[in-house]
């Protein structure tokens, strides 16, 4: 096994630093040192931490673009919450709801991801990219289009498409209760979400892909990433092994969906649009492909970084924009490169495999 | 009589699909990128017109050559300062970078311009002095086609055939076809591949900025995130075309813009957006290249 | 039965020096037959009427000018392309319904011209992924780190070292596949190969970029993976020094077209191969 010890090394140093990372800010937290608004941030920042996590494994370690990643998110977001809201009273522990409905967003969005993936993984390169794109905003779309009710007789749903219907339709007792309403997404969820669960989530998504990554299966679809045509030489299944990693991507994916839609009492499926895709997507790529502790880093600062700079009003996602463009050209650009690879030993950050 | 008339609709609003998915198609075809900034382009055309119009007193179509200029030398800026240092990168960088150059110039136009909308006038204005729409009348006033929609057609097709004269015949068009094909031979015959490349970007983004004016003169509010939509129903189009293919781009953007219309009109407006792209992904498992693109199978 | 799945059976075929025969006797059979093989790339025939036998244990090869449709038989037997006419028989099993990956799986391995590793994993790990099917455990096993994960990634990776030792390049286990010098790329591509355990391998130009003495270094290693491993091994290769010395029957192909079967020296002395491949008689000897 000396060949496990280098890998296991590092994994270890990342779980050791996310396990301080979650002592520190518990303890902050505790002494009151972090505001009400930097609170309200650790849940989001952990969703987005998985959700880079899951995009790394379908951009990185199978080398495919997706651009849709946001809607496997919308996806376990409103099946979680939906489950959340109809077990209020079968489940009354908190923990236990929260666990039930991250699992159903993760299950749900599992079997989208199992469904467009028959069609997307045919393709290649940009079109499976566009075609990514497109599945993302058809889900987005399709939810906006749902109502959905529970009351004692169980869940009640109704697919809106005309846009004639209204909750009224529903045909809920009195004692029932809506859960979507449309374009206006849910409302009056409960908000169960906590960082513990958050940190719990980024843990056990780490320890999934690590373990994938280090298997006979992970081994097959990075095969696959290098050289298709060699990968299927020496016998590997590439639509069997495309699935398994864009399934399990799209599933965790909709665990953080789950998360982040029970952090909130309103949610609009609008939250889940190309622009979220692309956003994840720049943690990914900024983070370095393939790199996991990478994704963790970047998720964090990318996602606090306009925060921060909400001072400046105006200007922040101008400065975001800026930093963008001036960090994939340092890192990216020979010429910047070679000027700061003198100064700082840049640009190591990518090829250093997870 | 009403299937002729969303039909037009879709044409026409096809037609200023077809001119901006021309404009990603070819940038495409010689830098091989996805150039997610094209769609902001069109904004910045479009406000750019707009201020030709509002301030210096321009009228319509001085200031779409205005537009048209500025636009041009944005894209070349872009293009020098942004992509070609990542010229030898991983695509997926230079798509991060876009996203980028995106992202600032929306908020550019943010800062400068503001969020409210703006209201824009139409190149040719839809209803005349008499309040009378502005339009062609057919069968006896049953189907009327604004003068606007007409014009947009017409701009559509001059656009894709001067579009393909230029590549056929001239040298520049040839020396664009030849960087599309192979970087590195087309050096090697003398060919100025980064010139070649910034002058793609100069014509992408002069048709963005005609695109910017048509759109805004349909659709007349303008705002930063004015582009963003067009530019990725664009960018549908030219995919579903056949991404590269200059004949490919106008089919796709047309049919774009009909499916389009035809959703709204049938099946649904809010699900008018999926049905376009369950069209694609349909198009796509059919022909894995687009209606007009080759399929290259790798060779082994 | 197929020798595929288990080390112990080992072959008992005796190494045959006619291999490439069209009428020998039918109870010898061979590991590979290829009968009226053709594919067409839109109307232009590439490689028509293909016959061809070899022997279990034989090392062939495949000659003939650039562009002769040499690289397209091998495609064709891997399945890589989807050959338009004629039948390929693996072991007796016909091979047309089957995947390039269930090919393999038969027992069909391969290198490729153009080198294609696995460039961004490391040396072990490209042989790892060749063992793919040896390894049984499953994907929970792998995420919870199942005892059965353990077990099957010592084993994998003993035999993975046992591979690599074949080219002493055990010692660069740990490096990246990318970073390898060129002729230990080509020797990984092969190891890759062998990992599959396959009855049946294809070298496509083995000695391409080899100065003469890695090349003759390469002929004692092709044979001796042969006597190894008790497989068959057909080879595509221009060096005509390493093809007439260790093949033991040779096809040549001309214009998709085979021209001429038999042992190194009747195509030696085959004026038809002479004219169409060698051009003048007295520059036999190169390519």
């Known amino acids: ?354 | 009589m009403e299937f002729l008339s969303y039909l037009i609709s879709g044409i026409s609003l096809g037609s200023v699909y077809a001119i901006i998915a021309l404009g990603y198609t070819m940038v495409y075809g010689i830098a091989k990128m996805l150039n997610f900034a094209h769609g902001d382009v069109i904004m910045v055309g479009g406000y750019i017109s707009f201020c030709g119009m509002m301030y210096l007193g321009l009228n319509g179509w001085l200031a779409l050559l205005l537009a048209m200029a500025v636009c041009t030398v944005l894209g070349i800026i872009v293009e020098g300062l942004a992509y070609r240092p990542l010229r030898q990168a991983t695509s997926l960088a230079v798509l991060i970078t876009a996203i980028g150059v995106s992202y600032l110039l929306q908020n550019t136009a943010l800062l400068v311009w503001g969020a409210t909308p703006k209201v824009y006038q139409p190149l040719i204005p839809l209803a005349n002095a008499d309040g009378q729409p502005n339009a062609l009348r057919l069968f006896g006033g049953q189907l009327s086609i604004s003068y606007m929609s007409l014009l947009t057609m017409a701009a559509c097709i001059i656009i894709m055939v001067g579009l393909t004269m230029f590549t056929s015949n001239s040298k520049m068009g040839k020396a664009m076809r030849a960087c599309s094909e192979d970087k590195d031979a087309a050096r090697l015959m003398g060919i100025n591949v980064n010139t070649t490349i910034s002058v793609t970007f100069a014509i992408g983004s002069a048709l963005a900025a005609v695109a910017g004016v048509l759109l805004c003169s349909f659709n007349p509010t303008l705002m930063p995130t004015t582009g963003s939509m067009p530019g990725i129903r664009a960018f549908t189009a030219a995919v579903f075309g056949g991404i590269g293919s200059i004949p490919g781009a106008f089919l796709g953007g047309l049919l774009i813009g009909v499916i389009e219309a035809m959703a709204k009109a049938y099946i649904s407006t809010q699900l008018a957006n999926s049905v376009v792209f369950a069209v694609l992904i349909v198009v796509l498992l059919v022909r894995p290249a687009g209606l007009l693109g080759k399929y290259v199978p790798e060779k082994v | 039965m197929s020798q595929q799945k288990s080390r112990l059976n080992i072959k008992m075929v005796p190494v045959q020096s006619h291999a490439i025969v069209p009428d020998r006797d039918a109870d010898k059979s061979p590991i590979l037959e290829c009968h009226h093989l053709g594919i067409d790339f839109g109307g232009l025939t590439a490689v028509n009427n293909f016959n061809l036998m070899i022997g279990r244990t034989e090392i062939a090869g495949l000659i003939g000018p650039n562009g002769a449709g040499k690289t397209t038989v091998f495609n064709m037997l891997t399945k890589v392309y989807q050959p338009t006419r004629g039948s390929i028989l693996l072991d007796g099993r016909d091979t047309s319904k089957l995947s390039t990956a269930q090919v393999s799986r038969l027992g069909i391995a391969r290198t490729f011209q153009n080198i294609r590793l696995f460039k961004d994993l490391t040396v072990l790990d490209n042989v790892l992924v060749g063992l793919h099917d040896e390894m049984d455990y499953r994907l929970p096993s792998a995420i919870f780190r199942l005892p059965d994960f353990w077990r099957g990634e010592r084993i994998a990776r003993e035999r993975a070292r046992e591979l690599l030792s074949i080219f002493d390049m055990q010692d660069m286990a740990d490096a990246k596949a990318g970073s390898l010098p060129y002729g230990a790329q080509r020797r990984l591509e092969i190891v890759r190969a062998l990992a599959t355990n396959p009855s049946l391998l294809l070298l496509d130009e083995p000695a391409a970029g080899m100065n003469p003495s890695e090349t003759s270094e390469l002929m004692d290693n092709i044979v001796k993976i042969r006597d190894l491993f008790h497989i068959a091994i057909m080879l595509i290769e221009h060096d005509m020094n390493l093809v007439m010395g260790i093949c033991e029957g040779i096809c040549v192909l001309n214009f998709g077209e085979v021209i001429a079967k038999g042992t190194p020296d009747e195509i030696k002395s085959n004026p038809v191969v002479i004219e169409a491949y060698l051009g003048k008689k007295d520059k036999k000897e190169e390519a």
């Open chain 1, 1 to 354: 096994m000396k060949n496990l010890k280098p890998h296991t090394k590092h994994n270890i140093v990342t779980f050791a630093g996310l396990a301080l990372v979650w002592i520190i800010v518990s303890v902050m937290r505790g002494q009151g040192v972090l505001g009400r608004s930097t609170t309200g941030l650790l849940v989001p920042i952990c969703c987005y931490v998985v959700m880079a996590l899951s995009l790394n494994l379908t951009v990185g370690i199978m080398g495919e673009l997706s651009l849709g990643h946001a809607g496997f998110m919308g996806i376990g977001a409103f099946s979680g919450i939906i489950a959340s809201q109809s077990l209020l009273n079968i489940i009354p522990s908190v923990p236990l709801r929260l666990i039930t409905a991250m699992l159903v967003g993760a299950i749900f969005a599992g079997i989208f991801g199992f469904l467009i993936g028959i069609p997307v993984l045919r393709l290649r390169g940009d079109y499976l990219a566009i075609v990514t794109l497109a599945f993302g905003e058809i889900i987005k779309e399709l939810i906006t289009c749902l109502l959905v009710g529970v009351d004692e007789h169980g869940l009640h749903m109704i697919f809106n498409y005309r846009g004639l219907k209204n909750v009224d339709d529903l045909g809920l007792s009195p004692t029932g209760q809506v859960i979507i309403k449309g374009a206006q997404g849910a409302t009056g969820t409960q908000p169960i979400a906590s960082f513990t669960a958050g940190m719990l989530l980024i843990m056990v998504t780490l320890f999934i892909i690590l373990n994938l990554i280090y298997s006979r299966t992970g081994r097959a679809i990075m095969a696959i990433r290098d050289n298709r045509i060699a990968a299927e030489s020496v016998g590997i299944d590439i639509t069997k092994h495309k699935m398994i990693a864009f399934v399990m991507s799209a599933a965790m994916a909709g665990a953080a969906g789950a998360l982040y839609g029970l952090n909130y009492s309103n949610l609009v499926a609008a939250k889940f649009d190309f622009n979220t895709s692309i956003l994840v997507l720049v943690f990914v790529v900024l983070g370095g492909l393939g790199n996991m502790r990478g994704s963790i880093i970047a998720a964090v600062l990318l996602y606090v970084l306009p925060e921060a700079l909400r001072g400046m009003h105006d200007y922040r996602m101008l400065i975001y924009a800026i930093v963008l463009i001036v960090v994939m050209l340092t890192t990216n650009s020979p010429v910047a490169r070679n000027l700061f690879s003198r100064w700082f030993r840049f640009g190591k950050k990518g090829e250093e495999d997870a």
